[in-house]
Antibody
Framework: QVQLQESGPGLVKPSQTLSLTCTVSGGSISSGGYYWSWIRQHPGKGLEWIGYIYYSGSTYYNPSLKSRVTISVDTSKNQFSLKLSSVTAADTAVYYC????????????WGQGTLVTVSS | QSALTQPASVSGSPGQSITISCTGTSSDVGGYNYVSWYQQHPGKAPKLMIYEVSNRPSGVPDRFSGSKSGNTASLTISGLQAEDEADYYCSSYTSSSPCLFGGGTKLTVL
């Protein structure tokens, strides 16, 4: 059973960089076949897809966030990470990591989510 | 890119059937059979309920079914149960993005 777990600071100051890591267990990122994704959910709102990374390092980002987002992967630790720069209060959200199937495009495994608040 | 369109809320009594619609365009819902549905209870992560328009993952009750006609996909829950009360989100592959979500629908079981 694949499991994903987000980790990182729950509080980030405005203008700084939000950094989160997702640790995958029960499966290997380097085996391929999946896009490792980040999704966020503003308080009381809907889901917003941020982007994904493949084990090879290739990425795809939501155009609305592309200028501020970097997703990286560390296959040796079976982890992938999200960095979102120049954050504002509008980036306050629950951030989820999830697995997206290559070629079939559904998110079959999700982390529990982590709330990140942007505030001074 | 605008979110797929879902009704903000639907409701039904136990035992009844309800349908949640998800409307897009020919560049997303209408153009691909990569529509999925997610159930989210308060404070929990979304859970995959339907993939590729009408397929159920193992463990999802057969009360949940999906379909698509043109640019609109639908999730139907039959024999409504109290535990089905949750938020539901559709998602579709699009010509410019691998994942576009709907705005979400709050299901209330009366």
């Amino acid at each position: 059973q694949v499991q994903l777990q987000e980790s990182g600071p729950g509080l980030v100051k405005p203008s700084q960089t939000l950094s989160l890591t997702c640790t995958v267990s029960g499966g290997s990122i380097s085996s391929g076949g999946y896009y490792w994704s980040w999704i966020r959910q503003h308080p009381g709102k809907g889901l917003e897809w941020i982007g994904y990374i493949y084990y090879s390092g290739s990425t795809y980002y939501n155009p609305s966030l592309k200028s501020r987002v970097t997703i990286s992967v560390d296959t040796s630790k079976n982890q992938f990470s999200l960095k979102l720069s120049s954050v504002t209060a509008a980036d306050t959200a629950v951030y989820y990591c999830a697995r997206l199937g290559e070629g079939y495009y559904y998110l079959d495994y999700w982390g529990q989510g982590t709330l990140v608040t942007v505030s001074s | 890119q605008s979110a797929l369109t879902q009704p903000a809320s639907v409701s039904g009594s136990p035992g009844q059937s309800i349908t949640i619609s998800c409307t897009g365009t020919s560049s997303d819902v209408g153009g691909y059979n990569y529509v999925s549905w997610y159930q989210q209870h308060p404070g929990k992560a979304p859970k995959l309920m339907i993939y590729e328009v009408s397929n159920r993952p193992s463990g999802v009750p057969d009360r949940f079914s999906g379909s698509k006609s043109g640019n609109t996909a639908s999730l139907t829950i039959s024999g409504l149960q109290a535990e089905d009360e949750a938020d539901y989100y559709c998602s579709s592959y699009t010509s410019s993005s691998p994942c576009l979500f709907g705005g979400g629908t709050k299901l209330t079981v009366l």
